[in-house]
């Protein structure tokens, strides 16, 4: 069965945020954390598993898979270093749905050869969030995966605004992932709001 994603897919660095703007009504969130001790973020882990299951979101773990596992999640990302290096059987054993990061067609191969639940395409446009070898993908590249993924649901993340939202879903995406425009926002509840309203009218 494809899986369906909510159009709307909120990325954060700590369990803080998911406890401040899921409650919001997002329903789709990933817990991104670097840096920190595997107990730390077991802990942090733990804290967005329990907020989510009480506001019917689904959370997913950036990279620490292990972690998802031991703590009884269902949904890992992973990134091409990370998807080189992990157990997929494991995964897969232990019922988790598995997304994958993407930026050139030699790393779409590698994802497809796992069997993602959802391919990740970016950085879209220009982002401030990290220093990145690739270039923007553009619009153009978002029709161009998603007619090679086919039923596969597709991820556009990178540089996405409120305002750029409904040409990446026209353009193929199915879900439009954010960090910087909503946690680097004066507002970021009213801004999560904005990007909830907007998402679910397009769909």
Not at 44 to 62: G, T
Not at 110 to 119: E, I, K, M, T
Request: glycine share 6%; charged share 20%.
């Amino acid at each position: 069965m494809t899986l369906v994603l909510d159009s709307f897919y909120l990325i954060v660095d700590n369990a803080a945020w998911v406890r401040r703007l899921v409650p919001l009504g997002v329903k789709l969130v990933q817990l991104r954390i670097k840096g920190e001790s595997d107990t730390a973020i077991a802990r942090q882990i733990r804290e967005a598993k329990i907020c989510c299951e009480q506001h019917s979101a689904q959370l997913v773990v950036n990279d620490y898979w292990q972690l998802a596992i031991a703590e009884g999640c269902t949904f890992v990302h992973l990134g091409q270093e990370d998807l080189a290096s992990a157990d997929l059987a494991a995964i897969r054993k232990a019922g988790i749905r598995l997304g994958v990061s993407t930026h050139d067609h030699t790393e779409l191969d590698q994802a497809l050869s796992a069997g993602p639940d959802y391919v990740a395409l970016g950085p879209i446009f220009p982002t401030v969030l990290k220093q990145m070898p690739w270039a923007s993908q553009g619009l153009n590249r978002i029709t161009e995966w998603k007619q090679l993924i086919g039923e596969i649901p597709l991820v556009a993340i990178g540089g996405l605004t409120v305002d750029r939202v409904p040409g990446v879903l026209a353009a193929g995406a199915d879900s439009a992932a954010v960090v910087t425009d909503i946690l680097r926002h004066p507002d970021p509840e009213q801004q999560t709001r904005r990007w909830i309203t907007s998402t679910r009218a397009i769909v």
